[in-house]
């Protein structure tokens, strides 16, 4: 799988220029946050957050919300087409979850095997849960009727904890002491430009905020063939690196994390908080792919 350069946004025409949403109904994989971001074209041009949206039509196109948009041909999340829905019959789930009469998609990519009709959301719906009739899934993949059981279960003590400590005071009082670091996508770009190997994880946060955690299953997806950046005598690396398969070889002692940009996927490793690698990745790739199932 290689990566597509990013397209810059090409010049739009003043005189045919019109928005076509709200641009603001990026729910954010379903956790209810809004962005900045949505669709507009001209007459000879689709644009969504300011980016080209390739292959798209602009005299058919239309933005049927929360990131998805559709031409005569093809439906589209933000500026990827999901490839082989009947926009004609195609329609939204909820959450990040769509599909057609034959197809359902997570985001941009196909939940395979799916069965299409029987095809619904779960709660909680901001987990991105579902049941087809027979299989559950979570994110897209495939999961057991034990996990979400887990999950649900969990996710109810959890719940019940903070619904404590909202009552105590606690929460609204550490709240009010936290500091949001918000920066523009431009600083955020050019920092992790000047970014030095080796620094620690606190100065990144302390720049740009804390970074979303990124599971131990998924750490290849983000930095493939570690074993050769993490070899004796070789502690640092950095680059734009594709995804390229589930054989990589992870350390126990690394932590992963990514900050998003409108653009790309911004990540480092970190090995005993010092930072080791820094990947960028077209923001396609925001999400890991399925993983192969062991079966």
């Known amino acids: 799988m290689l990566l597509r350069s990013n397209q810059k946004n090409q010049s739009a025409d003043p005189a045919s220029f019109e928005v076509l949403d709200s641009g603001q109904e990026n729910l954010m994989l379903g956790l209810g946050t809004n962005s900045d971001a949505g669709y507009a074209r001209d007459a000879a041009q689709v644009f969504f957050d300011g980016l080209l949206v390739n292959h798209a039509d602009p005299y058919t196109f239309c933005s049927v919300g929360n990131c998805y ?3 005569r041909s093809s439906v589209f999340y933000e500026r990827f087409r999901l490839q082989g829905a009947n926009p004609s019959r195609w329609r939204y789930l909820g959450g ?14 196909q939940v395979k095997n799916a069965r299409a009709v029987h095809f ?13 009739g027979r ?3 979570s994110a897209g993949q495939i999961c057991s009727a034990e996990d979400y059981v887990e999950f649900l279960r969990t996710n109810m003590q959890s719940r019940l904890k903070f619904a404590d ?3 105590s005071g606690h929460w609204q009082r550490n709240v009010g002491k936290e500091e949001r670091w918000y920066r523009a996508p431009d600083e955020v ?20 905020g804390k970074g979303v955690e990124i599971q131990q299953p998924d750490w290849e997806f983000y930095f493939p063939n570690l074993e050769n950046l993490c070899r004796e005598g070789l502690l640092q690396a950095r680059g734009t690196l594709s995804w390229v398969g589930h054989d990589a070889v992870m350390p126990e002692d690394r932590w992963v994390y990514k900050w998003m940009h409108p653009e790309k996927v911004l990540a480092c490793s970190f090995v005993d908080t010092k930072v080791i690698a820094v990947v960028v990745l077209d923001a396609e790739y925001a999400n890991p792919p399925p993983r192969r199932s062991s079966g």
């Open 189 to 208: 770009l050019s920092y992790f430009d000047r970014l030095e190997l080796g620094s620690e994880l606190a100065t990144i946060e302390a720049t740009l």
């Open 165 to 167: 400590l909202v009552e």
């Open 120 to 132: 619904q959301q779960i709660e909680p719906f901001e987990y991105h849960f579902a049941y087809d």
């Open 69 to 71: 948009g559709r031409d």
């Open 135 to 137: 299989k559950f899934y």
């Open 96 to 109: 990040n979850y769509s599909r057609d009469d034959a197809r359902v998609f997570f985001l941009n990519r």
